[in-house]
């Protein structure tokens, strides 16, 4: 065996494997994740899952990580779950976020007449304040997404982002 790595299944969460598709389940709600790769195998055994590999390549074994990454972050989602703090930050024209479904509008950007939009993954539930984005949920990819439509619809363009570093930055992850 080339590669080899263990995560052991924490209280309260049962993962179960249908083929290639891995099934997370707890208290806060059920995730599923394709661990399908050439030369990766995935098992469980004895309350862990075993991901590993007999390869030497540099991407099979860097894949044998990554899925060890992946399954941990399951555990965790479904267990406490995950929230991201974003910081609104603006010097002249104050930002106004409204939440309207699956998006947050953002108007007043810089000034200008027209409204920025970011769209929020499903399965994401996001709070806005004043100053401040909440974005809570239990599939850490999803957030980390909303949080990048968030960051990216207030990219400035055209200006010298030293002098205007208005925008929605992520500030914690937790």
């Not at 007999?54 to 992946?70: F, I, L, N, P």
């Not at 994401?124 to 997404?145: F, P, Q, R």
């Amino acid at each position: 065996m080339a590669s080899e790595r263990r995560v052991t299944i924490p209280g309260g969460v049962s993962i179960e494997l249908d083929g290639p598709v891995l099934k997370v389940k707890g208290p806060k709600g059920q995730l599923e994740r394709n661990v399908r790769f050439p030369q990766v195998s995935v098992e469980i055994e004895d309350g862990e899952v075993v991901v590993s590999t007999a390869s030497d390549r540099k991407r099979v074994m860097a894949m044998v990580g990554t899925y060890e990454a992946h399954i941990r972050n399951m555990c965790t989602g479904v267990t406490t779950g995950f929230e991201y703090r974003m910081k609104v930050v603006y010097s002249h024209f104050p930002i106004q976020l409204k939440l309207q479904g699956n998006r947050i509008e953002i108007t007043n950007f810089l000034g200008e007449k027209k409204s920025r939009f970011a769209t929020i993954e499903n399965g994401v539930t996001a709070k806005v304040s004043n100053d401040e984005i909440v974005l809570t949920g239990i599939n850490k990819e999803l957030l980390g997404n909303s949080s990048a439509n968030i960051e990216h619809a207030t990219k400035i363009r055209k200006r010298d982002p030293r002098i205007f570093q208005d925008g929605i930055y992520l500030v914690t992850r937790g």
